[in-house]
């Protein structure tokens, strides 16, 4: 585990709130809620940190448990060693007598048939018994690629919750955090700068603020926005990125309902589960905290677009057929360009 991936060193920010409360809980009772808790996001944006900030904190508690916090590269790899060894039994009793396995980056087993099948078994044993199972992925389960169904339709059993690139505000903590950890001063303008200049990732973001700082110390220069613009190139826009109103266009097209009634305070069926449809989609596909989607859809409180996301994705795991219209819209939403808005 990572010694300084806490709680306390996490920002929490619209981009990963829900995923932070769903960590904190399972602290709090592992085993009881959301098991097993599937966290999913970009690389670099802070599911290895969550993931080790909830070890962290149940080893602090009583009582002592047994975990294991690894990569699904090595649960492969040490799965490969007991074949070989003829060591399997070993290999099972040391996953399988675990109180909570944290196993990060699980897309990593699609297309290995064989460490799918001894995961499965583990992941029942564990389950059955009531022990703590916490995934991360780069990917919700659905869009895994050559991931057994078995096991797809385990990792949907439980809490999906999602990790996107943080929010500007956010972006800003990060950097102070980071800087009052190393005894730095930052200013505000500097801070600005360098989020706006690094990449969308907290990885790229923390790459920049060390690049900055090692200057500072290394060449003796001051810490300004001049030293920043010297170091870092502006980032450009990304191509093609989705935005709210391309989402809510295809949505309206699809479901034959206006934008403004998406955006309204209608409270029919039809025009209540296209919403929220239309704010899942904004939640996933584009780069859009939950304040920020609130105000999209009629200036809402952003906790409308957190039950919304809740209750879709609830839908998709136990509905097949939401999960295929979801499927459908998002192909088409990446593939095709947006209609035009029907007011």
Known sequence: MVPNYTFESFVVGASNEVAYQAALAVAES???????????????????????????ALLARPPRRRIACLPAEAFM?????????????SFRDRFRDLDVLILDDVQFLAGKERTQEEFFHTFNALHASGR????????PPHAIAELEQRLRSRFEGGLI???????PPTRLAILMRKAAAQDVDLPAE???LIAQRSGPSVRELEGALTRVLATVVLRGAP?????VETLLSPVAPVAGLLSVEAIQARVSQHFRVS???????RRDRSVT????IAMYLSRTLAEVSFPSIAEKFGGRDHSTVMHAVRMVENKRTHDPGIGQLLMTLENELRTRPAPSRAE
């Open 190 to 192: 500097v801070a600005a």
């Open 30 to 56: 592992p085993g009881c809620r959301f098991n097993p808790m599937f966290l999913w996001g970009g690389v670099g944006l802070g599911k290895t940190h969550l993931v080790n900030a909830l070890a962290h």
């Open 161 to 167: 919750a999602d990790i996107h690139p943080p929010t």
């Open 77 to 89: 790899n040490t799965l490969i060693a007991a074949l070989r060894q003829d060591q399997m039994g």
């Open 259 to 265: 934008v403004t009634d998406l955006k309204s305070h």
């Open 132 to 139: 703590q199972i916490v995934l991360t992925s780069d990917k």
């Open 223 to 227: 810490l300004t926005t001049a030293l």
């Open 273 to 276: 589960f296209a919403r929220q």
